[in-house]
């Protein structure tokens, strides 16, 4: 089983639809995540830290569920520009510092 | 403007020759981070450094090496010993107080020939 793990996808959805990725990591001791989205051949950008009670940044919204395990991004009202990959993040510093990102899930978003 | 450079964007090698990737910051980051990404792929750690003159293996560290002289800088050298090292090669910082809150350059794709 893979440390992350993502659904790759791809989503098609059209204009203004509301879109959910989940991430499931395997390490209980995981302490910082995040979620960044990677456009085509350039580097990620950080979209938003997912902080344990939940937290929102306009469309976007970042759930924790550590009981379960996994993190999950909603996008509400997609715009064409939010077609990209999303890429989530798990960090732990216990052992050893540890940082591990999701292969992605890639999103289209149509007119 | 802070922020993370690489150089150069595209660099061509032949197989068999050494070659160095820059990687400057200027946001005072402690930690920086070395990561390859090949087509389709996530991105996978090579080496990271969360002070000077320290430094970490990754996940795939063999055929590498890096150094970290100075806080804004650390260069990444692919080795001939390295099998595969055509790829899309991405610099990260981050404040160790921010969870590791990582920012990227814009990265460097090697194509070795």
């Known amino acids: 089983r893979k440390e992350v793990e993502q659904d790759p996808g791809p989503f098609n959805v059209p204009e203004g639809a509301t879109v959910a990725f989940n991430c499931t990591y395997s390490n209980s001791a995981s302490q910082s995540f995040f979620w960044y989205r990677q456009d085509c051949r350039k580097e990620p950008k950080l979209l938003m830290s997912v902080y344990s009670s939940g937290n929102e940044d306009g469309r976007f919204t970042a759930q924790l569920n550590r009981a379960s395990q996994y993190i999950s991004l909603l996008i509400r009202d997609s715009k064409l520009s939010d077609s990209a990959t999303y890429l989530c993040?798990?960090?732990?510093?216990?052992?050893?510092?540890?940082?591990?990102f999701g292969a992605g899930t890639r999103l289209f978003v149509k007119a | 403007d802070g922020g993370i450079t690489q150089s150069p964007k595209y660099l061509f090698r032949k197989e068999g020759q050494n070659v160095t990737l820059s990687c400057e910051q200027n946001l005072n980051h402690d930690a920086m981070y070395w990561y390859r990404q090949d087509p389709g792929q996530g991105l996978r750690l090579i080496y990271y450094?969360?002070?000077?003159?320290?430094?970490q293996k990754g996940d795939i560290a063999e055929g590498y090496s890096v150094s970290r002289e100075k806080k804004e800088s650390f260069p990444l050298t692919v080795t001939s010993a390295q099998k595969n090292p055509t790829a899309f090669y991405l610099c990260?910082?981050?404040?160790?107080?921010?969870?590791?809150?990582?920012?990227f350059g814009p990265g460097t794709r090697l194509t070795v020939t």
């Open positions: 990260a910082s981050s404040m160790m107080d921010r969870g590791y809150e990582q920012y």
């Open positions: 993040v798990v960090n732990s510093n216990t052992g050893g510092f540890k940082t591990i």
């Open positions: 450094s969360q002070i000077v003159n320290d430094f």
